[in-house]
Every structure is written in structure tokens, then in C-alpha cells.
């Protein structure tokens, strides 16, 4: 697991307004979504700007009642990627620990002299909730 791994994805809505048809469709750079915070419901904008639509338009309205459909996956994405559906959740959760992890080898290597903390399952679990402790996102066990 590098920090350069790419979770790339196609994002496409299919409908119909006043009597056209409307397939916008983008790739997705899963990674940067997650950096910037942005919440899944931001790629119906996305997907709007790529034809020219905004939130004030009445086609906008219609395509926010679609389903998007994803397809394509790369990297990460591939294991929560099935049959036109994402499941954001799951990605989000594994997305935060391939974070982590990105961030605690280094300190294994340095200091345990790890180069592969998934050999030392134990350690990286130890690791893994030291930092989250840090970031304030666990209580310490007593």
C-alpha cells in the first residue's frame, strides 16, 4: 500500500427531461473526495457541471432523483464496487485505515524496523489504535 494508490471511479446518471435525453458521466478521483470532505451527494453537482447544469435548473432536479450508477473501479474502489452500486460507507471506513497505515509504516520501519506491518498483525492493531487515540477518535483502554 503506497500513498500514491489512486481509487478512481465512474460516476453516470441516465434521464430524461422534457423530451431529451441526458447521460452525464465522470471519473471520479475517490482520493481527493475524501481529502477535500466532500459528501457522495456532491457528485450529482459534478456530474451536472459536465453538461452545463446547475443547482437552478429544472433539469438539475430531475437528475438528483436518479440513482448515479459507478462503474470502472481502480485501486481501493474495486472492493466496494458491485453490480452499478458503491458502497460509500465501506469505502470510507477502509479509505481512513489505508490512511492510517500510510501513516504508522514509516514509524515501524524507524522504530520496530517492520517493513511489512500486515506480517505483525498484533503490532499494527496496537499502532493503528495509538494513532486514533492521538487523533482523539478512541478512548484509551484503562
Known sequence: MTQTSQSNITASIDFDFQGQNFKPS????????????QPIQHLYDLLAASIGLDAYRHEYDVMVLQEIY???PSGLACEFCLDGNLDFDGFITAWQQQQILIAIQP????????????????????????????????????
Open 26 to 37: 465522470i471519473r471520479i478521483d475517490l482520493h481527493t473526495i475524501m481529502l477535500k470532505k
Open 70 to 72: 459507478f462503474s470502472e
Open 107 to 142: 514509524i515501524a520501519q524507524r522504530h520496530l524496523n517492520i517493513s511489512d506491518l500486515s506480517q505483525h498483525r498484533d503490532i499494527q492493531n496496537a499502532l493503528m489504535e495509538s494513532y486514533k487515540t492521538g487523533q482523539g477518535k478512541t478512548r484509551p483502554i484503562a
